[in-house]
Every structure is written in C-alpha cells, then in structure tokens.
C-alpha cells in the first residue's frame, strides 16, 4: 500500500525570480532529492519554480539558508530566494526585522526596511582578467555565485538572448560546471540594465540578485560609480549599495509572500 506524504510549502517571488520554500524540520528528507526537486519545480505538472529553499535550525545564527536549482543541483546562493525567505519568516513571527543567517556561500545579514529586504551580499571578487567566449568579451566575477557579466551596448538588439546565453553557458571554456551568463547595458551613472541566463534552470531569468550585484561590481570599476546602483530586470527593480571597497554591499528590493499549501504525493 503506497504512503502518502504531506509537505508543506511556501510559494515566493523576489522581482519574478520565484521560489518554493521548505521548513526542513516540518518536512520528510526527500525535499532535498535531486529527482524529488525536478518534479516540484516543472511548470505545468508541479508546483512551478526557478529554485527550492530549504531552511533549518543551526547553531548561532537564526537559520540556515540551502538553495537548489530547478534541476535539483545544490547551489551556494540565490540573493532573491534570501530575501523571500526571510520575508516569510519575519512575517511568522520567527525572526527579527534584522536577522543573520548562514548559507552556502557563508554569512549573511539581512533587515526589513519599509517593505523591502536588504540583504548583506558577498564582496564581489574578480575571479579571471578580460575573457573573450564566442565572440563577447567578459569577465568571471564571484558574488555568492559565479558569473560571467558581459558588456552590451543595447541589450534590445541582441535578437536570441536566451540562445546566446545558453551557448556562452556550456562554453568549453566554463567546463566542467558551466557558469552563469549575465548581459548589461549601462543606462547612466547609477542606473544599469541586467538579463541573466541562469545555469541549473535554463533559461533566462525574470531577475537574478547575486547576477545583478556581479554586474553592478564592474560598472563600477568601469564607470567609477561611488555607492550604489540602481538596476533594471525583466521582473522588476533591484538597488546595490556599497563602500569604496566592496567590503560593505548590500542588496535591496521588494519580495512577495503568494501562499502557503500542502504538497501530497504517494511514495
């Protein structure tokens, strides 16, 4: 006799980059089955979403903080998915308007500020000099996660973004991981534009934060920018505040709880 399974859920967006969150010590093991994951995620035969978080108790900070792409990979960041998890929890009463949590990538800070996250990012790192991959000159940056920012003068006249981004992605030159593909365009002083092509999801991305912040890294060494940078997604609006250093970044914007509902499945 097959054993049905309840698992709860939480549905979330940051900027269109969505979300299905998981309560570790409310759930069964297999939220973190890589199989498990692919068919949560699938559009129109699963819940439907770019990533799983999954969040559990630890020692010393206020959660812990596991990010999975849509293909069931682990991944060290997801800044969107972040600030919709702690959203949620703030809304539950389970943490403070500031908060410090622990993910792949270390330790983040984050605080609610009028209805919107800010989030302590990574210092961005230069991780190669000036690469040139099928014909788009970039560099490989290291905000959480890594990604190759390219420069465009107008991100409009690139005709299929989501092929070049693929193309760029499974590179021999990024080989055997593969890498994140960002494209910006350099609107003004302290305003950008970013597509991203995510690995792991496939496809092009409504918005990306750890991508928007690796592109905001280089236009400010471009174009000297002083402290912060506004940007521009497909899904909406992101800001990136720093010092001079890039030792102190945050990344702020406006992340919407959807709903809460139980998953069943047979086993």
């Not at 981004?165 to 302290?190: A, L």
């Amino acid at each position: 006799m097959n054993k049905s399974l309840t698992i709860p859920f939480v549905k979330a967006h940051g900027n269109g980059n969505d979300a299905i969150i998981f309560i570790k010590e409310n759930c069964p093991s297999i939220i973190e089955d890589a199989n498990f994951i692919k068919e949560v995620c699938k559009r129109k035969t699963g819940i439907g979403s770019d990533c799983i978080i999954v969040l559990s108790n630890v020692s010393n900070y206020d959660f812990k903080m596991d990010y999975y792409n849509s293909d069931g990979s682990w991944e060290t960041f997801c800044a969107n998915g972040a600030r919709c998890a702690v959203q949620y929890l703030y809304q539950k009463n389970l943490i403070e308007s500031r908060t410090q949590f622990l993910a792949g990538d270390g330790i983040h800070e984050a605080k609610i500020e009028k209805h919107k996250i800010s989030l302590k990012i990574k210092s961005p790192q230069f991780i190669s000099k000036k690469l040139k991959v099928k014909n788009y000159e970039g560099y490989l940056v290291d905000s959480g996660a890594i990604h190759f920012c390219i420069r465009v003068n107008n991100l409009e006249e690139i005709k299929d973004i989501e092929a070049l981004g693929k193309n760029i992605r499974y590179s021999k030159e990024f080989m055997p991981k593969g890498v994140n593909v960002n494209f910006f365009e350099i609107i003004n002083t302290d305003l950008i534009k970013v597509f991203t092509y995510e690995k792991g999801v496939e496809e092009m991305m409504l918005s990306c934060g750890s991508g928007s912040v690796a592109s905001a890294f280089i236009c400010s060494e471009l174009i000297k920018i002083k402290d912060k940078i506004n940007i521009i997604n497909p899904g909406g609006k992101l800001m990136v505040s720093f010092n001079k250093e890039w030792s102190n970044v945050w990344l702020k914007g406006e992340s919407e709880i959807l709903f809460e509902s139980e998953l069943n499945i047979n086993k």
